[in-house]
C-alpha cells in the first residue's frame, strides 16, 4: 500500500492465504487457524513484496490487526508485524478488523466523511455513522446471525457447500427469487436493526417442504438482500447522509450490489479481493491513521477478542 501525495492511497499488492482446512468442519476451528498463520505469514509477506517490487526496507510503516476476532490468530500478525516495525525502525499502528473492512473502499474512491458505513461480514451487520475517520456511532446492528453466517448456513441447509455467500449467489442465478415467500424481518421497525435468524428457519422450513436448491438461494438472497438495502436507505435519509460504504465479504455479492445501485445513493464498495478479509484493508486503515495525523501503537497494545468500534455498547 502507497500514500499519494494528493491524499488517498493506492494498494500495490494484496495477498491472501486462504485456509482450506476448515471446510471440513464447516466454519473456523480456531487452534488450527492460529497454526497456519504461523506456518504461511512469512510466504505471504514475502509474496506481497515480490508482488509490488519492493523491498522490507522499503516500508515506511507497518499496521497490523489488534481485534476484535480469534485471539490465538490475531496475536500471529500483532506479534509478527510489532518485531517487523521495531525491526526496521519504522513506526507501528494496531488496526482495528472493522475498521479495515471500511477503509477497504477508501482504495476505490475518495471517501468523504460523514457517510454511512454498513459491514457485512462472517461475523458483523453493523451500520455506523462514520462521524470522521476514528469517530463512529452505531446506527443499527443485528439481533442474532450476521448476514455472511445466514449465507452460511441456509447454503450448507442446500447443501451447497462453505464458505456459503459465494455458493449462495451462484446457485441464485438458475434460480426463481420469488419461488419462496420470505417475510421481511423487524417489519415495522423505527430503527435499523437487522435479523436473519427469521430468514434461516423459513429457508429450513421451505427446504423440508421440497424447495428446490436454487429457488431457495434465490429467494433467500432477495430477502436478504431486500433488508439490508431496505434499512440502510432509511438511515441514510434519517442522517441526511448521501454516501454509503457498504463491505466486509457479503459486499461481493451481486445482487446486493445491483440493489444498492438502484437507490439513488453514491454507494462505494471495495475493490475485487478486498471484500472478505485481506490484508490490504489494514494497510489501507494504517494510511487513514496516519493521513488523520494519529499517533503510532505503542508497542505494548494487546490482541482483542472483543474490541467495540463505536460508542454504543454492545459493538
Ligand atoms: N458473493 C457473496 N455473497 C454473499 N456472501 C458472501 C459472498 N462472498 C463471501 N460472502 C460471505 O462473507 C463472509 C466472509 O466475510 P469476511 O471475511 O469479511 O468475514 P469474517 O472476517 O469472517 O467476519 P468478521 O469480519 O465479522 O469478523 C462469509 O460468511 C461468506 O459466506
Ligand atoms: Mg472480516
Known amino acids: 500500500m502507497e500514500l499519494l501525495p494528493g491524499g488517498g492511497a493506492a494498494v500495490r499488492a494484496n495477498r491472501v492465504w486462504s485456509q482450506t482446512v476448515h471446510a471440513q468442519y464447516g466454519g473456523v476451528m480456531p487452534e488450527l487457524a492460529s497454526r497456519e498463520h504461523v506456518e504461511r505469514i512469512d510466504d505471504v509477506l514475502e509474496g506481497a513484496l515480490a508482488d509490488a517490487g519492493l523491498a522490507l526496507g522499503d516500508l515506511h510503516a507497518v499496521a497490523a490487526t489488534s481485534g476484535p476476532g480469534l485471539v490465538g490468530a490475531l496475536l500471529v500478525g500483532l506479534m509478527y508485524g510489532k518485531g517487523l516495525a521495531q525491526a526496521?525502525?519504522?513506526?507501528?499502528?494496531?488496526?482495528?478488523?472493522?475498521?479495515?473492512?471500511?477503509?477497504?473502499?477508501?482504495?476505490?474512491?475518495?471517501?468523504?466523511?460523514?457517510?454511512?458505513a454498513l459491514v457485512v461480514s462472517g461475523g458483523h451487520t453493523h451500520l455506523f455513522?462514520?462521524?470522521?475517520?476514528?469517530?463512529?456511532?452505531?446506527?443499527?446492528?443485528?439481533?442474532?446471525?450476521?448476514?455472511?453466517?445466514?449465507?452460511?448456513?441456509?447454503?450448507?441447509?442446500?447443501?451447497?457447500?462453505?464458505?456459503?455467500?459465494?455458493?449462495?449467489?451462484?446457485?441464485?442465478?438458475?434460480?426463481?427469487?420469488d419461488a419462496?415467500?420470505?417475510?421481511?424481518?423487524?417489519?415495522?421497525?423505527?430503527?435499523?436493526?437487522?435479523?436473519?435468524?427469521?430468514?434461516?428457519?423459513?429457508?429450513?422450513?421451505?427446504?423440508?417442504a421440497g424447495a428446490k436448491p436454487d429457488d431457495l438461494a434465490a429467494s433467500f438472497q432477495q430477502a436478504a438482500v431486500r433488508t439490508l438495502v431496505e434499512t440502510t436507505v432509511r438511515a441514510a435519509q434519517a442522517t441526511g447522509r448521501q454516501t454509503v460504504v457498504v463491505s466486509g465479504g457479503v459486499a461481493a455479492n451481486r445482487a446486493l450490489r445491483a440493489a444498492f445501485g438502484?437507490?439513488?445513493?453514491?454507494?462505494?464498495?471495495?475493490?475485487?479481493g478486498l471484500n472478505t478479509d485481506n490484508g490490504a484493508m489494514i494497510a489501507l486503515s494504517g494510511a487513514a491513521a496516519i493521513t488523520a495525523g494519529r499517533a503510532p501503537s505503542p508497542l505494548s497494545v494487546g490482541a482483542e477478542a472483543y474490541a467495540p468500534l463505536a460508542t454504543v455498547p454492545g459493538t
Open 88 to 116: 526496521l525502525g519504522v513506526p507501528f499502528y494496531a488496526a482495528h478488523h472493522l475498521e479495515g473492512h471500511i477503509f477497504a473502499a477508501a482504495a476505490e474512491a475518495e471517501l468523504d466523511a460523514p457517510y454511512l
Open 129 to 177: 455513522d462514520v462521524l470522521e475517520p476514528g469517530d463512529y456511532r452505531l446506527v443499527g446492528a443485528t439481533r442474532d446471525d450476521a448476514a455472511g453466517e445466514a449465507f452460511d448456513k441456509v447454503a450448507r441447509l442446500v447443501g451447497l457447500g462453505y464458505p456459503g455467500g459465494p455458493a449462495i449467489g451462484e446457485a441464485a442465478t438458475r434460480g426463481d427469487p
Open 180 to 208: 419462496v415467500a420470505f417475510k421481511p424481518p423487524l417489519k415495522g421497525q423505527s430503527g435499523f436493526d437487522f435479523s436473519f435468524s427469521g430468514l434461516k428457519t423459513a429457508a429450513l422450513l421451505a427446504h423440508r
Open 262 to 272: 438502484q437507490t439513488g445513493l453514491r454507494v462505494v464498495f471495495p475493490g475485487p
